[in-house]
C-alpha cells in the first residue's frame, strides 16, 4: 500500500500537476462560469447533437487516461461515463479508492485537473468534465446542499452576512444552488486556495 501510494503522489505531484495548473490558472472558476452562462436552450436540435458527441468524446478521452493512472497505482476500479447538462462526468466505482480521494477530496481535484488537462490536449477545447470516486462527490453534494440550507437559515434569522471556509469550485457551486433556492444571495471572494462563498441576507 506504501508503495501504491507513492506512485499515485509522484503522479498527482510531478510537473505535469504543475503544467495543468499553469495552464488553467487563467481560467474562470466552474462557478463563476455557471452563476454567469446565458442560457443556450434554444439551439438546434444539430447543435445539441454535436455538444453531446463532443461530451461524449470528452468522457471517453477521460475514462482512458483515468484508466492509465489506476494501472500505473495498481489500482482496482471500474469506469462509467455518463453526460450531465453541459459536462462529462467520468466515476471510478466499484472498490475502495481512498487514495484517490484523499483528505477533504483534494487527490481528487488534482486528478480532475490533471484529467482535464489531458483532455485538452487532445480536443484543443477547455474541458469542464467532473470526475468521481468512489460516490464521494455525490455525497459532498448531499452534505454541502444541507450546510448552505443552514446558513441560508442562520444568515435570514440574523441578517447578518456569513463567510464559509474556504472550498472548491465544485463545493461553492452546490453552496451557491442551494442558498439562491432559499431566496438568499451568494458570492465567492477571495483567490484560490483560499476562495470563500459569502452569503448575505435578502433584499
Known sequence: M???????SSVVEGDELVEADDDLDDEVDD??????????NEDTDEDGDDDLSSLEE????????????????????DIDMDVEGDRAVVSVVGATLDELVGDDGEVL???QELTRLAVHRKTGSRARLMLDVGGFRARRRLELTELGRTVASEVAQTGEPKT???MSPFERKI?????????????????????????FPAG
Request: hydrophobic share 40%; charged share 40%.
Open 2 to 8: 506504501v508503495g501504491q501510494e507513492q506512485e499515485l
Open 31 to 40: 462557478d463563476e462560469v455557471d452563476d454567469n452562462e446565458v442560457d443556450e
Open 58 to 77: 470528452e468522457g471517453e478521452i477521460a475514462a482512458d487516461y483515468i484508466e492509465g493512472l489506476l494501472d500505473i497505482a495498481d489500482l482496482d476500479g
Open 109 to 111: 481535484e488534482a486528478l
Open 164 to 166: 464559509l471556509r474556504a
Open 175 to 199: 453552496i451557491h444552488d442551494a442558498v439562491a433556492l432559499a431566496g438568499l444571495r451568494s458570492e465567492s471572494e477571495g483567490e484560490e486556495p483560499n476562495r470563500r462563498v459569502v452569503v
